[in-house]
Structures are given as structure tokens and as C-alpha cells.
């Protein structure tokens, strides 16, 4: 078993695992750690704990960063906000269709990150050229999405609360417009979107009860056997289970209040087993077909024996003519 620890490097940026080593780190500790990208500085957002399986792949944590290791986050973080300045300046004299978010130096000051949004791919190969020559370090430039932007810039939702991804989504869920319509909700794309445009990421949340109330509850329209006789539903709210039904005996008669638990599904071109014996009390109902695989195969019933005999001379119809024959007399020979 493997001991791990949980760190970000932004204030609502993912955790990563890390080696703690021997040291016990608390949430909300500094530390240095070694990452792929080199050395940083992030904060401890999950305490020490055990892992069942081997991490060999896990970086360690140096140390708990010291004076020193904070003033460079700091220094570095004033220096990224002036590089952002000019790097905004640079793009507007290129005439670039991109919008910059934010810079990042990192800690060993070996390049800083600029993270932008456009609508499609931007050449700005001069750019970099320019900020390289200007700030005399690596440059790197990331398009993000919009909804990244608006995870790093935060704000508040149509809730009037703040962004759900700015305070505890770490991974951005997939949502459908197939959600909202099983939601009930407004398909208006103004009110299921969020400040980024995209669908509001708080239709996942409650899906999974919305799919599994939906197998409950009949749909509009669909026919059902009620204690007052077949109907049809009208209306169907999925959250409380109640359902509007109007019955077939008073079809002109507005629709009667009642919950899914008392009714039952009606399959279209059959009837219910209780309508069917108040229909016919005294019909005795026929045993059901066994199942093909038992049913054995019939012979072909065996056909009479044909005579092939021919028919008798004189016979009609291929009948025996049983009348008397007359028969003439022979010719004889006159001498």
C-alpha cells in the first residue's frame, strides 16, 4: 500500500497525487513538489492517506515551502500580471482574433503559460517571437475552452450562486439537451445555459433520479387501468408521482387526480384480465399453448387408397352398371 497526498496549483484547479514521503501534510500546508512540467509550488488540499494499490508512478513532494519558496509565488505571480499586459498589447498590434485569460510563470521562472480563447486556430507564430524577444523567456500559448475560462475567471450563475466549476468541480461532466427534456425544463437556450454558453453543468446532477422515476411513471398519453376503469394520462409530474387521468367511461368530464402507484400500464390492443372476466363471467378460459419447443409436429392426415382400377364398360361416372345387357344373336354363315 502506497501513501498519498493531494495537491493543486490553482485556487479551483484539479488535485494531483503526490509521495508524501515521511512527512504528514495537512490541507492548506505549501509545499514544493517535482512534476512533469519541472519544479512547482501548490497547496495541500487533501491530507495524507492510503491507497490500496502501488503508485510507482507518483512524483514525491520536496519539502514544505519556506519563506524563500513563497516569496518567488508571489514575485512570480506580480510578474505573470505585468507579462499579461503586454502580451494583450502584442496581440492587439498583430491583430489577432484571440482573447487571453490569463499567464502563469513557473516557479523556476524557466517559461510562462498564456492560456486564450478563439473561435477556430490562430497562427501566432510572430507573436511568440515578439513576447520572447520582449520578456527573454520560453513562451508557451494554450487555447482553452470556454468553459476553462470560466472556471479561471469565476463569476456568479443565473442561481446567483458562483460558478459551480470555480468552486468544486474538478472535471467537467458531459450534459445533453436530452437532460432538460427529461427534466421538464425550458428548452429555451437562454435559461438552461450558463455565463459560458454552454449547458448549465448542474443538469447532471439530478439525472440519475429523473431516469430512474421516469420507469416508474407513466408518459402523456400513454393508457392506463385505474380502480375507476381504464384512462388515459394527460398529465404526469415525475418528482411527486402524481398524474392526471381522464377516464374512457367520462370522456367529457375533466381529468381526475391520481398517483402512479395506483395504476397500472395498459399494453395497446389487449385487455385487462379483470375487464375481460366481467365481460364474459361464464366463458371458460382456454389453456394456454404449451411452448413450440414442446409442441410435437402433426402427421399429415393419410389420404383413402385410390382404385386405379379401369372402369367397367358401361359404367357412368367410373360407377358398375349393374342393369341387365341384352345381347344380339350371331351372325351365322348361309351356305
Not at 88 to 105: C, G, P, S
Not at 154 to 166: E, K
Not at 296 to 317: F, M, V
Amino acid at each position: 500500500m502506497a501513501m498519498t497526498v493531494g495537491v493543486r496549483f490553482h485556487a479551483n484547479g484539479k488535485i494531483y497525487d503526490f509521495d508524501p514521503g515521511d512527512m504528514t501534510l495537512l490541507p492548506g500546508e505549501m509545499v514544493v513538489v517535482e512534476t512533469a512540467r519541472g519544479v512547482e509550488c501548490g497547496e495541500v488540499a487533501r491530507a495524507n492517506r492510503t491507497c490500496k494499490e502501488e503508485r510507482p508512478d507518483l512524483k514525491p513532494v520536496l519539502r514544505r515551502a519556506n519563506a524563500e519558496d513563497r516569496r518567488r509565488a508571489e514575485e512570480n505571480a506580480r510578474k505573470a500580471r505585468e507579462a499579461m499586459r503586454i502580451c494583450q498589447e502584442r496581440i492587439a498590434a498583430h491583430k489577432l482574433e484571440m482573447k487571453l485569460v490569463d499567464a502563469e510563470y513557473a516557479f523556476d521562472n524557466s517559461k510562462i503559460t498564456f492560456n486564450f480563447t478563439a473561435d477556430g486556430r490562430v497562427d501566432f507564430r510572430n507573436l511568440v517571437k515578439d513576447l520572447a524577444a520582449t520578456l527573454h523567456t520560453r513562451i508557451e500559448l494554450h487555447q482553452i475552452g470556454v468553459r476553462d475560462e470560466a472556471k479561471k475567471l469565476g463569476g456568479v450563475g443565473i442561481c446567483g450562486q458562483p460558478f459551480c466549476c470555480s468552486r468544486f468541480l474538478h472535471d467537467f461532466q458531459p450534459v445533453s439537451i436530452k437532460m432538460a427534456k427529461e427534466q421538464g425544463l425550458s428548452l429555451n437556450p437562454t435559461k438552461i445555459s450558463g455565463s459560458c454558453g454552454r449547458l448549465m453543468c448542474c443538469l447532471k446532477y439530478e439525472q440519475d433520479t429523473y431516469e430512474e422515476l421516469i420507469k416508474l411513471s407513466p408518459k402523456v398519453g400513454a393508457v392506463v387501468m385505474t380502480p375507476e376503469g381504464r384512462g388515459v394520462v394527460t398529465d404526469s409530474n415525475i418528482l411527486t408521482g402524481k398524474l392526471k387521468v381522464r377516464l374512457d367511461k367520462n370522456p367529457d368530464s375533466p381529468a381526475v387526480d391520481m398517483h402512479r402507484d395506483d395504476v397500472s400500464a395498459v399494453i395497446r390492443g389487449s385487455k385487462p384480465k379483470e375487464e375481460a372476466a366481467q365481460a364474459a363471467p361464464d366463458m371458460e378460459v382456454a389453456a394456454e399453448p404449451a411452448p413450440l419447443a414442446e409442441q410435437k409436429p402433426q402427421k399429415p392426415a393419410e389420404k383413402p387408397a385410390q382404385n386405379n382400377r379401369p372402369a367397367d364398360k358401361g359404367s357412368k361416372n367410373g360407377k358398375p352398371d349393374h342393369r341387365p345387357r341384352r345381347h344380339s344373336p350371331r351372325n351365322k354363315r348361309q351356305g
